[in-house]
């Protein structure tokens, strides 16, 4: 079918589809492993985001499964999609990297620091860099410390960073434990997981699973959510295995045969998402879960509040002696029932994450 006569599917109705997809319509009784490889890795530049991104989609979530994971090495801190830091599970690690691996060279390639290291053979660095991180993990000082004796004239730091860009690094515990701190602590992914990346990766695969949660999307949605380049000729390739749709603007989205279809007119309950949930950034045209005149802009250092299925306001928590304070930011109006259950929400969320607080609060401000 030519993307001229695929039916239309309205902004509503993708809407209340991502959130089907997304398990953000109810809570479900599935396992943190299954979640996070149903949602292709979770965002975590902060180490809660993924308890959060969790608990607002798991039915009596317990952070200590997820906490678990990590501590035994069945799930991962890297370097992912768009290059960011995301949570992933040991075997998505080492099927996905060898696909990503391209995004993290071209964003080294970008970065400021590699007009630091003209002149500098920087195979030679990541040897080394592999060889000192691989007989311990190590912060990005200490590496860099580490690599400054084979290239003393040059800055500490961008030697660390070519490493972070150029090798499959992961972060140990007790980074990104629950209850625990500590400093951003790497290795390798082949020696932290005592087996090597996958030989034969599967792009095609990668890209249903994207279509699977995040559907139906184009090609720029694709791109947009991984980074990857070339995806035209992927797509055609999948293309006998796709369904095809349209927006309401015309563009062509694909999808998997059985994907989830959810009524547009569905309620959709108050969620409280994490600072950089996927759900909001793994799309060109955001319409879809953005109210209009908002954008990603707003979350900068707020979680998301999805109303009626999409962002309508931001939450943060600030702590000071033993008090953790919730402040909920509406930017839009809401009805009595709405804020009843955005009250209630918060409240839930506040205590899973402030536990150890002697007073809580939830303030809200905004329209």
């Known amino acids: 079918m030519t993307a ?50 969790l608990w607002t989609r798991i039915d009596g979530f317990d952070p200590m499964e997820l906490s678990a994971m990590i501590e035994e090495r ?8 768009r290059g960011t830091l995301h949570l992933v599970t040991a075997r998505d690690c080492r099927a996905h990297y060898p696909i990503l691996a391209d995004v993290m060279a071209r964003s080294w390639k970008s970065s400021p ?24 993990p190590r912060t990005p000082s200490e590496l860099g410390a580490a690599l400054a004796s084979g290239w003393p004239d040059r800055a500490p730091t961008a030697l660390a960073y070519a490493a972070r860009f150029l090798l499959p690094l992961v972060q140990v515990p007790p980074r990104g434990l629950w209850g625990m701190t500590g400093r951003p602590t790497n290795t390798t992914a082949e020696a932290w997981l005592g087996v090597p990346m996958d030989e034969d990766p599967s792009i095609d695969g990668l890209l249903l699973r994207y279509l699977a949660a995040f559907g139906p999307a184009t090609v720029g949605d694709m791109r947009v959510w991984s980074w990857l380049t070339g995806l035209r000729e992927v797509v055609e390739r999948l293309r006998p295995q796709l369904r095809t749709f349209r927006d309401e603007a015309g563009r062509e989205l694909l999808d998997i045969q059985d994907g989830q279809f959810v009524d547009e007119g569905t309620p959709a309950p108050i969620r409280f998402l994490p600072y950089y949930d996927n759900v909001f950034l793994s799309h060109d045209d955001r319409s879809r879960i953005f109210t209009p005149g908002i954008t990603v802009n707003e979350l900068t250092w707020h979680g998301g509040v999805l109303v009626d299925g999409f962002v309508g306001a931001g939450w943060r928590i600030a702590r000071a002696r033993g008090r953790a304070t919730m402040t909920v930011t509406r930017y839009i109006p809401v009805d009595s029932d709405q804020q009843g259950d955005m009250e209630a929400e918060a409240d839930r969320l506040l205590a899973f994450l402030a536990s150890d607080a002697d007073q809580r609060d939830v303030v809200f401000a905004g329209a």
């Open 113 to 136: 620091f590699i007009k630091q290291l003209v002149g500098v053979d920087v195979e030679a660095v990541i040897a080394a860099a592999r060889q000192a991180l691989e007989a311990r």
């Open 4 to 53: 001229a006569h695929a039916p239309v599917l309205t902004r509503r109705a993708l809407n209340r589809t991502l959130l089907g997809r997304q398990l953000l319509l109810e809570r479900v009784d599935r396992t943190p492993t299954d979640i996070v490889e149903h949602l292709v890795g979770l965002q975590a530049q902060e180490p809660i985001d993924p308890y959060v991104a």
């Open 74 to 81: 069945r799930a991962v801190r890297m370097g992912h999609l």
